[in-house]
Structures are given as structure tokens and as C-alpha cells.
């Protein structure tokens, strides 16, 4: 009942920032945009949008929800009530999953692309992946100027490789890149889906860890340690 009323939570403070009022927005930029292209275009184009977008928010907005929760004492709070590490990291990745997976399965049906459901669940896995890394950076900044500038190189490591993999370069070890696993699931052009699939659980198994240390140093010094 906690995670539900956590996850709710969540979703009440995004709809109160406007999260979901810029997706409206920005989904039916991207639709009109989508339409722009020929038809052969579509499909390509609205993988890469799904990628570098709703899949990809946390770690674009991790920093800002970060600070925004800083300023208004909701990490004091938590920190010391009965709220688990744990809860708290599940109850983000869930929320901003629930934007970026309706997101994306709007621009799939508008393409009409092929296997929906392996398009929502790939949207899903890199949605995790992306908000632990965001979660992990913002843990560790002050101000808003301070996130941006650090996942710059993050955006680079992890937006570079994956382009050049849909377009066509593909050496060994791109192939067991968890990002560009990501990237070939949503485009519909994974080989080993299952083999796929359990190398990027396993790099969110990792990053989870990660970011389970680093909310914990976080809650550490903004509001003591649970006891």
C-alpha cells in the first residue's frame, strides 16, 4: 500500500510540474513532425524519437525533480520516515515509465509499427536505465546548471553509440552494448531478443545497486540515518 501511495505521489507531483501537459505537447509536435517525412521515414524516425525522448526523460528530469524535492524538504521528510530506499528509487522509475511508455506507444500506433509489445516493453527497459543513471547524477549535484553540465558526457556515452547502431555500425562489442540493445528492441531489429533481454536487466540490476548507495549517501546527509 506505501509504494502505491509513493508511486501516486509521484504522479500527482508531475501532473502539478506540468510533466504530463509538455508530453501532450511534445507528442503531438512529434506526430505532426512524424508526418513531415515519407512514409518509408516513419518508422526509423519515430524509433529515434521514442530513444532520445520519453525513453530517455529520467535522465533528463531526474536533476530538476531532485532539486525540487531538496527545495521543498520532501528528501528531509523521507529520510526519516518508515519510506525505504528501495520504494522510493521503484516509485520514480515506475511513474516517469508510465509517461514515457504511453508516449511511446502513441508514436508506434501512429507509424503503425510492427510488435507493439516489444516496442512498449523496450521503451520500459531503457525508461529504467535511464532514470537510475539520472537519479545517480542527481544525487551528487547542487543546482539545475550543475546536472546539465554532468550528463552532457553521459548523453554523449550513451546517445553516440546507440545512433551509430541503428545506422549500420555494428562491431562485436556494440552488439553487447546494453544501450544499443535498447535501441535495436525498440526498432524491431534484435537478433536474441532473450539474450538481449537479459543483458540489460542485468546492467539495471547493477545501476540499481548504484543508485540504491547513492540515494542512501543522499538521504545520509540531508536527514540522518534511519534507525
Not at 535522465?59 to 523521507?78: R, T
Not at 500506433?109 to 516496442?119: D, G, P, R, W
Not at 532473450?194 to 536487466?201: R, V
Amino acid at each position: 500500500m506505501r509504494m502505491v501511495k509513493m508511486i501516486v505521489g509521484d504522479i500527482r507531483f508531475q501532473l502539478k510540474y506540468g510533466f504530463y501537459f509538455i508530453y501532450t505537447v511534445l507528442t503531438v509536435v512529434y506526430i505532426t513532425i512524424l508526418y513531415t517525412f515519407p512514409p518509408s521515414w516513419r518508422e526509423s524516425t519515430a524509433t529515434i524519437m521514442i530513444f532520445s525522448d520519453p525513453a530517455a526523460m529520467g535522465l533528463f528530469f531526474m536533476g530538476a525533480i531532485i532539486l525540487l524535492e531538496k527545495s521543498q524538504h520532501v528528501l528531509n521528510a523521507l529520510a526519516v520516515s518508515p519510506v525505504k530506499i528501495a520504494e522510493y528509487i521503484i516509485s520514480k522509475v515506475v511513474s516517469l515509465g508510465l509517461i514515457s511508455i504511453i508516449v511511446a506507444g502513441i508514436l508506434s500506433l501512429s507509424v503503425k509499427k510492427e510488435n507493439l509489445f516489444m516496442v512498449l516493453l523496450a521503451t520500459a527497459l531503457t525508461t529504467i536505465i535511464f532514470t537510475l543513471l539520472g537519479l545517480i547524477v542527481g544525487t551528487k549535484i547542487a543546482s539545475l546548471n550543475q546536472f546539465l553540465m554532468v550528463t552532457v558526457p553521459v548523453e554523449i556515452i550513451c546517445f553516440v553509440p546507440a545512433m551509430l547502431y541503428l545506422f549500420g555500425y555494428s562491431p562485436t562489442f556494440m552488439r553487447l552494448y546494453p544501450i544499443n540493445l535498447c535501441m535495436s528492441l525498440i526498432a524491431g531489429k534484435c537478433e536474441k531478443v532473450l539474450i538481449s533481454i537479459l543483458i540489460i536487466i542485468t546492467t539495471i540490476g547493477i545501476l540499481f545497486y548504484i543508485a540504491y548507495r547513492c540515494t542512501w549517501k543522499m538521504w545520509k546527509r540531508v536527514g540522518g540515518v534511519k534507525l
